[in-house]
């Protein structure tokens, strides 16, 4: 049955040389298939199905068919480019909604019921950080299932608008930038939330930082697409590629504000695609030791974050692993090394949107953005985080 | 009843040659093709007379006593004969031969009385559709989807919208339940599956798989979780699907249907994408999609 295999000379082509292996330390692969092959978005299927299902409860069904279905986006408004008000009020026209700006709107206009009503609510609100006007993300409303078309360039060849899961400017805006702030986007790669970072204007100095090479060559495409050449001076925007468990050392105290957006097991990605899927066998290690990764770029962006300074981890994962275990192991560190960081509250953020997006209910720390078929952005965690000392 | 089958026993041959000398008549005298003083006769009420008499006016139906004595015979009331005549006004064109022959032809499939009235009155269109077409769904449904004789009269008897159905494409439904969700055909016929649409079961479908709540059984029939019968979750209403089965709001069912409905358009043009390309390679792939059954679309 075997096929016939010449076994007096085997030959392994290693780099460059040509080596001869002794028969005593030949190995014959094995020829059947024991191992049964399943794709990976079964594998991460399976384990969401096993951990999420306790986890959520009652929601893990409506949240398991919005993941497998397909994902809504939103249209980031690029101001740099002319066409941004041309752009917006054609996209207007055809349905979508501005879900910031409309919401501060009806902020507007709330308060005339609120001074009958409760004079606590209008305390709070005037406590809550201001949501910059400069982010403009349109999105077609709940329920609504039509796609954006790819934007197009403008005469300066900008493009108009950036395409991004919705969700993905609230750890954005929950970092509440203002005017004169140097920010570090720990790991920016693709660019989106950098791309929102810019859009407020507010920013002195930007480091954008992403450790793969490659990931790092993407983001400064989706720059270059989008911003004007003057504003990518060397002095307002670094695009670098160090480890980003190291930057803490390297800069540290030196920024207002941190994003930390670290790599996750991608929910929704693991379980529709098939290609560079987390849940591949092979990738097993990585996976496993993906917490302790995120514990260590947090404790980064924590050190680099100057006192006062605010820092806003975010995954797109749905697992307590690693989003409010990450955060909690993190503060028992930063303390033992006697930083003192303390948990942002960020209930104004979703109370602001949550006519826009489902927030998941009662979380120890931080938010979380559930998908949900007629509102199908997310999975987004936030949590924000300020050094004191 | 009895009366009426009575008559049923001798009248297949007999009284076609008896209708036939009937009709010929007609010509010759064409003010009594059909007056109402003969429908009051034939036992109509008298509304009931004049509103059968303006639909035969309407229609210009030249063999309408013929049909009448047909329907009677078979053991119908006027009150329901006027409903079918109203429900499809086709009939008025037809003759009562024809008619006789296809009554016929659904008792061969094993309709008896009582299910034939039933499905006569409930879908008189299948008195329009030709012999033809009735034995070529019964024999697609023996041949392709290996379903028994018993189960075929089941289904005619409890979804005759089948017949009027694409061949191909009722095969393919077959195939997406015999496959895909792995059901067999007992099962089916129980839960009446064949009234629905493919892609309303496409969509009540993929909602509970998606939702974590079906899962096709391997080859050995085994799920790591309990499905739902077949029957609880295809012939009852939306409300009760969403609320006993699928626990989900109505809501989220529609954004789901339209998801599905666009993903099923891509894949669809996507395939035939591939087809116009794979066609200078091999000329004697058969260009019709469906005709390739769903093993193929399963990738």
């Not at chain 2, 009284?15 to 003083?37: K, M, W, Y």
Request: aromatic residues 8%; proline residues 4%.
């Amino acid at each position: 049955m075997a096929a016939y295999i010449c076994t007096r000379f085997c030959i392994n082509k290693f780099k460059d040389s040509v080596r001869f292996i002794p028969r005593r330390y030949r190995v014959k692969s094995k020829w059947a298939q024991t191992r049964p092959k399943f794709p990976s978005t079964t594998i991460a299927l399976q384990n969401f199905d096993a951990t999420y299902s306790i986890q959520l409860g009652n929601l893990w069904p409506s949240v398991r068919v919005a993941m497998l279905s397909e994902q809504k986006y939103g249209a980031l408004i690029n101001n740099f480019s002319s066409t941004a008000s041309v752009i917006t009020s054609e996209l207007q026209a055809e349905g979508c909604i501005d879900f910031i700006g409309s919401h501060q709107h009806s902020k507007d206009s709330m308060p005339l019921h609120k001074d009958s009503a409760e004079v606590d609510v209008s305390k709070l609100a005037t406590q809550e950080p201001t949501i910059s006007p400069d982010i403009k993300c349109l999105v077609f409303p709940q329920g609504d299932i039509s796609r954006f078309k790819p934007s197009r360039q403008d005469s300066s060849g900008l493009l108009g608008y950036y395409l991004l899961d919705a969700a993905s400017v609230l750890p954005v805006l929950a970092l509440d930038l203002q005017l004169g702030h140097a920010v570090l986007d720990l790991c920016a790669a693709p660019g989106g939330k950098t791309l929102a970072l810019l859009q407020t204007h507010t920013v002195s100095f930007l480091l954008a930082n992403d450790s793969s090479g490659s990931r790092t060559a993407r983001l400064c495409k989706t720059l270059q697409s989008y911003m004007p050449r003057e504003n990518l001076e060397e002095n307002k925007i670094q695009i670098s590629s160090f480890d980003g468990c190291k930057l803490g050392q390297i800069e540290e105290k030196r920024f207002d504000r941190v994003l930390v957006d670290v790599p996750c097991t991608t929910d929704r990605h693991s379980v529709m695609v098939e290609d560079n899927n987390m849940f591949n066998r092979s990738r097993t290690k990585e996976r496993q030791r993906l917490p302790l990764l995120q514990i260590q770029l947090l404790m980064a962006g924590i050190h680099a974050a100057r006192p006062g300074g605010d820092i806003v981890y975010s995954t797109c994962s749905l697992s307590q692993l690693q989003n409010e275990c990450v955060v909690q192991q993190a503060i028992c560190q930063a303390q033992e090394m006697g930083i003192s960081v303390q948990v942002q509250d960020l209930g104004w953020l979703t109370r602001c949107f949550s006519n826009t997006f489902y927030f998941a209910p009662q979380l120890s720390v931080g938010e979380l953005v559930l998908p949900h078929l007629c509102a199908n952005f997310g999975p987004i965690y936030m949590c924000k985080l300020r050094r004191s000392n | 009843m009895d009366a009426s089958r009575g008559h049923m026993s001798f009248c297949s041959t007999r009284q076609d040659h008896h209708q036939s000398s009937h009709t010929s008549q007609v010509p010759e005298r064409p003010g009594a093709q059909l007056n109402i003083r003969s429908l009051l006769e034939m036992g109509f009420s008298e509304t009931q007379a004049d509103e059968m008499h303006e639909g035969a006016l309407k229609s210009r139906g030249k063999h309408i006593p013929s049909i009448l004595t047909v329907l009677l015979l078979l053991g119908l009331n006027p009150a329901s004969i006027l409903k079918i005549m109203q429900k499809c006004p086709e009939m008025y064109s037809l003759k009562g031969a024809e008619i006789q022959q296809r009554i016929d032809n659904l008792r061969k499939l094993g309709l008896v009385e009582g299910s034939l009235q039933r499905v006569i009155s409930h879908y008189p269109k299948v008195m329009v559709l030709p012999i033809k077409r009735v034995n070529m769904v019964s024999r697609l449904l023996k041949e392709k989807c290996h379903v028994t004789v018993q189960q075929v009269t089941d289904i005619l008897r409890d979804s005759p919208e089948v017949l009027e159905e694409d061949l191909a494409r009722l095969e393919y439904k077959f195939q997406y339940a015999y496959f895909r969700m792995g059901v067999r055909q007992a099962e089916m016929v129980k839960a009446k599956m064949f009234r629905l649409t493919l892609s309303m079961l496409r969509c009540r479908h993929c909602f509970l798989e998606r939702r974590g709540l079906y899962q096709t059984p391997d080859k050995k029939g085994q799920t790591l979780i309990l499905n739902p019968l077949l029957k609880d979750f295809i012939c009852v209403s939306e409300e009760t699907y969403l609320t006993q089965v699928a626990m989900a709001t109505a809501e989220e069912f529609h954004v789901f249907c339209k998801l599905i409905e666009r993903e099923q358009e891509e894949e669809f043009s996507n395939e035939e994408q591939e087809l116009d390309d794979d066609d200078d390679d091999d000329d004697d792939y058969d260009e019709k999609h469906w005709k390739t059954g769903y093993k193929r679309d399963k990738k």
